[in-house]
Nanobody
Framework: QVQLVESGGGLVQAGGSLRLSCAAS????????MGWFRQAPGKEREFVAA???????TYADSVKGRFTISRDNAKNTVYLQMNSLKPEDTAVYYC????????????????WGQGTQVTVSS
């Protein structure tokens, strides 16, 4: 069973930055694709960014140019650097894992973290 633990959320003013981390328990982290999703109150969970086992990257259009996903296989950790934050980025952010290739649908991920709250004030 893969365990994912997110951290790094918090309250930030618009235009500010945060870096989220997701630590995985899985020894085969290096062969996993990792995704970040978010869910705002009253809305469905949506794709943010994903990185494949070979570090191929995909972003949602809404975060392109502002967010950067990266991974450190030595630390079994994936990161989401969020810059130029906007109030509409406010949500609970989740990381997720699947085998090798990136995907943008929640249904394609097998493992999920508990989420970390990001609040951007205007």
């Amino acid at each position: 069973q893969v365990q994912l633990v997110e951290s790094g959320g918090g309250l930030v003013q618009a235009g500010g930055s945060l870096r989220l981390s997701c630590a995985a328990s899985e020894r085969t982290f290096s062969s996993s694709a990792m995704g970040w999703f978010r869910q705002a109150p009253g809305k469905e969970r949506e794709f943010v960014a994903a990185i494949s086992w070979t570090s191929s990257i995909t972003y949602a259009d809404s975060v392109k140019g502002r967010f950067t996903i990266s991974r450190d296989n030595a630390k079994n950790t994936v990161y989401l650097q969020m810059n130029s934050l906007k109030p509409e980025d406010t949500a609970v952010y989740y990381c997720a894992a699947r085998y090798r290739r990136v995907a943008v649908s929640t249904s394609e991920y097998n493992y999920w973290g508990q989420g970390t709250q990001v609040t951007v004030s205007s």
